[in-house]
C-alpha cells in the first residue's frame, strides 16, 4: 500500500514537473506587450521642396550623385506620404497595431538646420499625423533623427563629426517637445547612430556618403553619444511635466560563431561591443564610456599605425556620468545574423595603415549559405539570431526594457508574400522564447508599414506590408498577405501558423518544443527511477 502511494506521489510529482515546465512558458504575447509598425520620413514622405522644406543630405546626395544609387532614383515623391497621410494614418489603422513608428524630418522642420526659422507647414504635417493617429487611439513612437540631416549643416559644420552639431540637435529637438511633446509620449533620440557614423562617414553607404574609413566615424559617434544625452536631461528637466519616455535605437546584425572554439566566441563578443556596445555601453553600463575593448584595440591600433593619439576620443569623467543612465528603453533594429570569427590578419598592422572600423574591430564576418536569401543581398533569414541578441542585452546590461523598434524582410515584390509572413511568425517567435528565457522584451515594430525607397537600394528591395504602385498618380497601397497576417498577430497576441503549416525547425520553435519533451520524457523517467 505504502509502495503504491508512493509511486502514486512520484507519478504525480512528474507529472506536475512537465506541466509547470510547459506552462510557465509563454505561447503567446502578454497583453500589455505593443506591437506597432514603422516607417521614416526620407523613404516615405516625398514632397523633398514642398511648402518650404530644406534640403537634407539624401536629397542632395541623390540629385548630385545619382548614379550612386542602384536605380539612380531618389525620395522626391516616393510613395508620397506628404500627401498621402490620412490614407497612411487609415493604413496603420487597419493594422490595428498600438503603436505607428516614424520619423520627422529635421529640413522640414528646420530648413536651415537652425530654430532660427521654424517652418510652419512642417509643424502643421506632423500635427495632422499625429492628431489623427491619436484619435484611433495609437500610440505615435517619434524617432527625432532617422538619417536626414539638413544639407545646410554638412556644409556649414560638417555634419555630426563637428561638436557644434550637438546644441544645434538639442535646440531641433526643442522645438519637437515644444509643439508636439503635449501628445507625443514616446520619443527616440537616434535611429541606429552605427549607420549614421560608419555608413555615413566611414563607408560611402550613406548619405553624406563619405569614404574616410576609421576617423571621423568616431567622432560622429562621440557627438552623437553628447548629443542623446543632452537632449535626455534637457526633456527630462524641461519637460517632465509631458510624461513621456525617450530611448535610443541601436541595430545589430547578430553575431554567431563560425566554429564552436574560444576564438570565435572571442569574435561574437568582440562584434557585439562594436556594434552594440559603442553606443549602448556609455547609456546602459554601470561603469559607462565605451567598451574596454574598443578603447583598448583603437588606442593600441592607432599608435602603431602612427597616429599621436587614439582615433576613438575619450569622454571626461563628468560626460561619462552625463551619459549614463540616459535611455528610458532600449530600442534594437535587427534583421539578420553573421557567423564570425577573429581575423587573423589583425596582428599585422603594416598591411594597415589605412585604419578602420573593420580592421579596429578585428573580426570576418560571413553568413551561411544554407540561410534563407531575402531580396536584400545583405539579409538572409536567420530567426534563432533574434533571440540569442536579446539575451545577450539582458546579460550584458542587466535586463533593460527593451523594444525591437526595426524587424522584417524583403522581396523584390508582389502580394502573395508568404516568405514575409513566415518570416514575423519565426522571428516572433523566437522574441517568444528570449521572453521565455527572461528578457524583457515590451514590444515589437515591424518594419515596413508599406514599400518605400530604401536608401541606396533605392526601390529594388520591398519591405512593405503594403504594396505600394509607385506608377500611379496616388501611388495606390494594396494590402499584402503578411498585412492580413500581421493584423491577425496583432489581434490575438499569437503568431499565425495556420498560413505556413509548412515551417519547422527554421524558427528555432520546433527545437525549443522538442527540448522541453525531452526534459518532459526525462523527469517522468526520473520520477519512476526513483520509484
Ligand atoms: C534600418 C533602417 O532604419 C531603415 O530605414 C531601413 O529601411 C531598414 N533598416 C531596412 O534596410
Not at 575619450?314 to 530600442?331: M, P, V
Not at 528591395?461 to 497576417?485: N, Q
Request: charged share 20%.
Amino acid at each position: 500500500m505504502t509502495n503504491l502511494l508512493g509511486y502514486f506521489l512520484r507519478i504525480l510529482i512528474g507529472i506536475v514537473g512537465i506541466t509547470s515546465l510547459v506552462t510557465c512558458q509563454l505561447s503567446s504575447f502578454p497583453e500589455d506587450f505593443k506591437f506597432g509598425i514603422g516607417t521614416s520620413s526620407y523613404q516615405i514622405e516625398g514632397g523633398w521642396n514642398a511648402d518650404g522644406k530644406g534640403e537634407s543630405i539624401w536629397d542632395h546626395l541623390t540629385h548630385t550623385r545619382p548614379e550612386s544609387i542602384v536605380d539612380q532614383s531618389n525620395g522626391d515623391v516616393t510613395t508620397d506620404s506628404y500627401k498621402n497621410w490620412k490614407r497612411d494614418v487609415e493604413l496603420v489603422r487597419e493594422l490595428g497595431v498600438d503603436i505607428y513608428r516614424f520619423s520627422i524630418s529635421w529640413p522640414r522642420i528646420l530648413p536651415n538646420g537652425y530654430k532660427n526659422h521654424i517652418n510652419k507647414a512642417g509643424i502643421d504635417y506632423y500635427n495632422n499625423i499625429i492628431n489623427a493617429l491619436l484619435a484611433y487611439n495609437i500610440t505615435p513612437m517619434v524617432t527625432i533623427y532617422h538619417w536626414d540631416l539638413p544639407q545646410k549643416l554638412q556644409d556649414g559644420l560638417g555634419g555630426w563629426t563637428n561638436s557644434e552639431i550637438v546644441d544645434v540637435y538639442a535646440d531641433y529637438a526643442e522645438v519637437l517637445f515644444e509643439q508636439f511633446g503635449d501628445r507625443v509620449k514616446m520619443w527616440t533620440t537616434f535611429n541606429e547612430p552605427w549607420h549614421i557614423c560608419e555608413q555615413a562617414y566611414g563607408q560611402h553607404y550613406m548619405a553624406p556618403s563619405f569614404d574616410i574609413p576609421g576617423i571621423p566615424i568616431y567622432l560622429c559617434g562621440h557627438n552623437l553619444l553628447k548629443a542623446h544625452a543632452k537632449v535626455y536631461h534637457m526633456y527630462k528637466l524641461k519637460f517632465k511635466h509631458q510624461k513621456g519616455t525617450i530611448g535610443i535605437t541601436a541595430d545589430i546584425t547578430t553575431p554567431h560563431p563560425l566554429k564552436h572554439n574560444e576564438h570565435d566566441y572571442e569574435a561574437v563578443e568582440r562584434n557585439f561591443q562594436f556594434y552594440i556596445g559603442w553606443f549602448m555601453h556609455p547609456i546602459y553600463s554601470k561603469i559607462g564610456n565605451y567598451p574596454k575593448v574598443m578603447i583598448e584595440r583603437i588606442k593600441e591600433l592607432s599608435h602603431q599605425q602612427g597616429f599621436s593619439k587614439s582615433r576613438l576620443p575619450s569622454f571626461t569623467d563628468h560626460e561619462i556620468k552625463l551619459i549614463q543612465n540616459t535611455s528610458d528603453f532600449f530600442g534594437i533594429n535587427t534583421y539578420t545574423s553573421f557567423l564570425v570569427t577573429l581575423n587573423d590578419d589583425d596582428k599585422n598592422p603594416a598591411k594597415h595603415r589605412v585604419p578602420s572600423f573593420q580592421h579596429d574591430m578585428g573580426v570576418i564576418e560571413t553568413q551561411d549559405e544554407s540561410w534563407d536569401k531575402s531580396g536584400s543581398p545583405w539579409l538572409r533569414v536567420h530567426p534563432p539570431g533574434i533571440r540569442h541578441m536579446l539575451n545577450w542585452i539582458r546579460k550584458e546590461y542587466d535586463n533593460p526594457v527593451v523594444y525591437v523598434t526595426e524587424n522584417g524582410v524583403s522581396d523584390k515584390g508582389g502580394l502573395n508574400d508568404v516568405k514575409r509572413v513566415e518570416y514575423f511568425n519565426s522571428y516572433l517567435t523566437s522574441i517568444l522564447n528570449a521572453m521565455n528565457d527572461g528578457c524583457n522584451v515590451r514590444g515589437y515594430i515591424a518594419w515596413s508599414l508599406m514599400d518605400s525607397y530604401e536608401w541606396k537600394a533605392g526601390y529594388t528591395e520591398k519591405f512593405g506590408l503594403y504594396h505600394v504602385d509607385f506608377k500611379s498618380p496616388d501611388k495606390t497601397r494594396t494590402p499584402k498577405m503578411s498585412a492580413k497576417v500581421y493584423k491577425n498577430i496583432v489581434k490575438t497576441h499569437k503568431v499565425d501558423w495556420n498560413y505556413m503549416p509548412y515551417v519547422d525547425d527554421k524558427s528555432g520553435t520546433t527545437s525549443t518544443k522538442l527540448s522541453i519533451l525531452l526534459i518532459c520524457i526525462l523527469v517522468t523517467l526520473n520520477a519512476f527511477k526513483l520509484s
